[in-house]
């Protein structure tokens, strides 16, 4: 039995259909304080999303089950509490979070909300919880991960994730890179790497991913899932066929977002061994995201990653002109990307921590 405090409660939340269907306005009303939470904690804007644009990613889907609620206060929203249940074969993962606007910290609302996740979690025989949040720099106590990688400082998120029983696995760093600056460095990064990885020419496109693609990128982004520096994070095997990139793809494009994919590909097997993704929304006055990167383990070593970064950023100049910058996120311990970015001109300007429980069966 979970006991919310007095004047709270939880609602299930139905994405609509459309943005423009009439029972929209609670999905309208969880994006802006969703906004909202992102703007108090970090400070900026550039983790905004328009509701239009942020409704794809809640449309029922064969590869995830996204369960959500808003939270209220007298009848007021002021967060959400939501869980992924991966679908792929017997999953035993759950991803989940709980965002309250900052006027509402410490009554209990979190444990409640946390609760409730916790027992959805069971009910549908998840053992391993996993959960990401921001850690502001602070003064005081700090806290580090096995990793020996990067450290957060010891604040309200994090103690509330050591008193639910979970132990911080990782910390990503947040990047930003000035889209409005010289590109010199990014040109002759370019040109370096073009010289290394002559066995390689360099393919574009925006999605929808065209036809002659689609297997290569499918192939690449299962990869995403297994190749990515995990620390002691759990992540299921990801199957990616002609279906799951063309929804994939849609989420993109139902909303008119751009995404630009950018990568090598071997010249005698015509294999794809490379990719980075540039994304902005219809608003090509905000913050762009660069999103995968990966190069195939087997093509590691020829400059791939600084190739399809490089190229990306590049062509990026003219898709978004007006953006001012853009963010992306790396495991303090991925030092061979690290090592790219920090290169290319991406300076750190926040870290977040990953948090993991496993629940006995
Ligand atoms: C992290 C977060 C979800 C915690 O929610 P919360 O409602 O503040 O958490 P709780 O109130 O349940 O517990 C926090 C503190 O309040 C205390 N508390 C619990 N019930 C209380 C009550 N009824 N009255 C007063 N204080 C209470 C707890 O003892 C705890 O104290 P501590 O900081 O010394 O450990 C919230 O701060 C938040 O949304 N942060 C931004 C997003 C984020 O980082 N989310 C992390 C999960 S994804």
Not at 171 to 184: H, T, Y
Not at 266 to 274: D, F, K, N, P, S
């Amino acid at each position: 039995m979970i006991t919310a405090p007095a004047g709270v409660d939880f609602r299930p939340l139905t994405a609509p259909v459309s943005i423009d269907d009439a029972d929209a306005s609670e999905f309208i009303e969880m994006v802006r304080v969703r906004n909202r939470i992102y703007r108090e904690i970090a400070g900026h804007d550039d983790h905004r999303i328009a509701p239009d644009e942020l409704l794809p990613h809640y449309q029922p889907d064969e590869d995830e089950r996204r369960l959500m609620w808003t939270i209220h206060v007298d009848g007021q929203m002021v967060g959400r509490a939501g869980i992924d249940l991966p679908l792929q074969g017997d999953s035993k993962l759950a991803f989940w979070l709980v965002e309250l606007v900052r006027d509402v910290w410490g009554h209990g609302i979190g444990t409640a909300a946390y609760e409730l996740l916790e027992r959805i979690a069971r009910e549908n025989g998840r053992t391993v919880l996993q959960s990401w949040a921001a850690h502001p720099d602070a003064p005081g106590p700090r806290l580090a991960p096995p990793t020996g990688f990067g450290t957060i400082p010891e604040d309200h998120a994090a103690r509330f994730y050591l008193r639910h029983g979970f132990s911080l696995e990782q910390i990503e760093r947040n990047s930003a890179f000035d889209l409005q600056g010289p590109f010199d460095g990014v040109e002759r990064l370019l040109a370096q790497a073009v010289a290394a990885s002559s066995e390689y020419r360099l393919v574009q496109w925006f999605v929808p991913t065209p036809p002659e693609f689609v297997d290569g990128y499918a192939w690449m982004k299962s990869r995403m899932a297994t190749d990515a520096p995990a620390a002691n994070l759990e992540f299921d095997e990801e199957t990616w066929d002609a279906g799951r990139i063309a929804r994939h793809d849609s989420r993109y494009t139902d909303s008119g977002r751009t995404l630009q994919v950018t990568a090598a590909q071997h010249i005698e097997t015509g294999e794809l061994c490379a990719f980075n993704e540039l994304v902005i929304g219809k608003d090509h006055t905000e913050a762009s995201h660069q999103e995968d990167t990966l190069v195939l383990k087997d093509h590691r070593g020829h400059r791939l990653g600084t190739l399809v970064k490089c190229a990306g950023l590049l062509s990026w100049r003219a898709v978004a002109p007006e953006s001012p910058r853009v963010i992306t996120y790396n495991a303090e311990e991925n030092r061979p990307m690290l090592d790219i970015n920090e290169a290319i001109g991406f300076v750190p300007i926040a870290y977040e921590g990953a948090w993991k429980k496993v629940l006995d069966d």
